[in-house]
């Protein structure tokens, strides 16, 4: 399809927009030194951390947001509606505000505070409990829409077959989901790696222990802006790495 | 009763039935498109949601799909796009605890059987029309079912690889308990031990392939049949059609019984002159329906197969002479008994 000429100059400004900050970053980044800025143990150690706690948070994010999505593509009428608005709500909620919630929940004075013992908040399992909230929201979605492009059919069929509900979702539906689950992965990871508002309210900044990448970068901008610029373009190739790995499968599939 | 009893009934979509078929024997469930005959037979294999009813096997009233022992193979294969060719036929001897080793020999030799030997490792996305219904045939025998179910197992498929198809389900049905649905008489002619006519989501008919095929007892099982019903009155060897008409027939019984003649349209003459062997029958012309060289004429009472050159004669309204041929079987056409409750069957009232 192609659109009316005057798209064009309206396209290459919403392109500058994302492009010019990239190039910005990159200019202030002192590449001579760029390896030993981002071998520096503060970088390394905060970077190991941001790595560690998103791939945990992404594994609870498959392990808890597929069968959410699955239990949302069951829901029918205005419920569905609702429940789903919640549940996606940690997408669009400002990050600080979730972090205050986690705290409100999770934390010393929290809901739960006394069963936990307080035990929780500004820890490294503060870290991952903050990024898993705000990354479950794009495999829950990513789930439930990709259920409900099926028309259950095959299902039915491995009924038929003889195969109980457990091998049915193992051997027929999750392998016919495999692109879905892994866009809703990569996004996890990638929201995962890049939490900041949740993490600083809910979990601190503390050096090695929830001192993650993020965190590190604005701590560092005032100090050490050059270290600052580098672990940032380190993100940054990341994240373009990551959404590059996050659209193909669905382009291809359909 | 040893074999298949099935009643289904889902409001939603209009159906509600009661069928069975006998150890062994094949079912043909003979109806036009939208008649609720797929849904029966999902019923049957128990992955209908929201149908009531209850299906027994053997006298055993049957659970949720995965226990019931009943194959289903559906008119869109359905064939598991992630599974190689050889891992959608193991499926089900693995899904019934098979080992894998033991799973993937099954399915190996299920796939001998059907002629596709060699395409193991082919994703079903790459076989041809007629090759994914094989694999389809192959995956639901090899689960060892009690009962097989085949929706339209010849539709879709190009003449050389409906053939082929129909041979192989000739061969795979000799001695299992089956139902065909198709909306194709052949099939019938083909397969049926029995059949059954079905109409709007009920059975109309329902007896041996024989019985149905040639008696048919409504119009509607007639023209599933091929055949045109002729309903009147027993007379001394004669049927009286009404308006004075009197047809020769075979059989039949007593006088001033109700009676039927069930006629090929190939047997029926259109036009012509004078001949002693015919009975003649003043009607008009309802449809002109194109068939390969042929033209079927159909009429309020009769219709016919004319050779394409004479459509110009046939004008739809207009005036058409059938000639009915003499010594046709006629048989007692009573009101058929109701089968089952909800088997809303309109009785028949004979043709005066």
């Known amino acids: 399809m192609t659109g009316p000429r005057w798209l064009a100059p309206l396209a290459v400004l919403g392109g500058l927009l994302v492009l010019l900050p990239l190039v910005g970053l990159a200019s202030r980044v002192p590449w001579e030194d760029f390896w030993s800025l981002v071998a520096s143990d503060a970088s390394l150690t905060a970077l190991g951390l941001s790595l560690r706690t998103a791939a945990v948070a992404t594994a609870l994010v498959v392990a808890l947001g597929v069968p959410l999505g699955f239990a949302l593509h069951r829901l029918r009428g205005p419920v569905r509606g609702l429940v789903r608005a919640v549940v996606l709500a940690p997408l669009v909620l400002p990050p600080v505000v979730g972090g205050l919630a986690l705290l409100y929940a999770f934390g010393r004075r929290g809901l739960l505070g006394e069963q936990l013992g307080g035990a929780i908040a500004f820890s490294t399992v503060a870290v991952v409990i903050a990024q898993t909230f705000v990354a479950m929201p794009f495999m829950v979605v990513s789930v439930e829409s990709a259920l409900d492009a099926r028309s259950g059919r095959h299902e039915a069929m491995a009924a038929t077959l003889g195969a109980s509900r457990t091998r049915t979702l193992l051997a027929v539906t999750l392998p016919a989901l495999g692109p879905a689950l892994a866009t809703g992965a990569v996004l996890a990871f990638a929201r995962a790696l890049g939490e900041f508002g949740a993490t600083l309210t809910f979990a601190g900044s503390l050096a090695g222990v929830t001192r ?43 | 009763m040893s074999g298949l009893d099935a009643r289904v009934a889902i409001a939603s979509r209009g159906v509600d039935v009661r069928l069975g078929v006998a150890t062994g024997r094949t079912l043909v469930l003979l109806g036009p498109n939208g008649s609720g005959k797929s849904t029966l037979l999902e019923g049957i294999a128990g992955i209908l949601p929201g149908a009531v009813g209850e299906v027994r096997l053997d006298g055993a009233a049957l659970g949720e799909a995965r226990t019931r022992g009943v194959g289903l193979l559906s008119q869109d294969d359905a064939l598991f796009p992630t599974m190689s ?72 498929l190009d003449v050389p690889a409906a053939s082929g198809v129909r041979a192989l389900v000739a061969e795979l049905l000799r001695e299992r308990t089956a139902i065909i649905a198709t909306h194709e008489v052949l099939d019938a002619y083909a397969f049926a031990d029995d059949v059954a006519v079905m109409d709007a989501g009920r059975v109309v008919e329902h007896g041996t392939a024989s019985e149905v095929l040639s008696r048919p007892r409504t119009p509607f099982a007639a023209r599933m049949a091929a055949r045109v019903l002729l309903t009147g009155e027993m007379r001394g060897g004669t049927l009286a059609l009404g308006g004075g008409i009197r047809l020769p027939v075979t059989g039949g019984p007593g006088a001033g019984e109700v009676a039927a003649v069930a006629v090929r349209p190939a047997q029926v003459v259109v036009g012509g002159a004078a001949d002693p062997r015919l009975t003649w029958v ?20 009769a219709a016919a197969d004319v050779d394409v050159s004479r459509a110009g004669e046939l004008v739809v309204g207009g005036p058409v002479r059938f000639g009915l041929p003499h010594g ?15 088997d809303g069957n309109p009785d028949e009232t004979p043709a005066s």
């Open chain 2, 282 to 301: 003043d009607d008009a012309v309802v449809t002109v329906e194109p068939r390969g060289d042929e033209l079927r004429v159909t009429g309020r009472v």
């Open chain 1, 212 to 254: 993650t990448a993020p965190l590190e970068i604005y701590l560092a901008r005032e100090t050490d802006p050059a270290a600052a610029a580098a672990l940032s373009l380190v993100l940054v190739a990341v994240a373009i790495a990551v959404v590059a790995l996050a659209y193909r499968p669905l382009r291809g599939s359909r």
């Open chain 2, 328 to 342: 046709l079987d006629a048989y007692p056409l009573t009101a058929p008994e109701p089968r089952a409750p909800g």
């Open chain 2, 85 to 156: 060719v050889l891992g959608n036929v193991a499926f089900g001897p693995r899904a019934r605890g098979a080992a894998r080793l033991e799973a993937d020999a099954v399915a190996r030799r299920w796939l001998d059987r059907v002629g596709l030997a060699g395409l193991e490792d082919r994703r079903p996305g790459a076989l041809s029309g007629g090759q994914a219904r094989r694999v389809a045939i192959a995956r639901a025998l090899a689960a060892d079912p009690r009962v097989l179910l085949l929706d339209e197992p010849f539709a879709g």
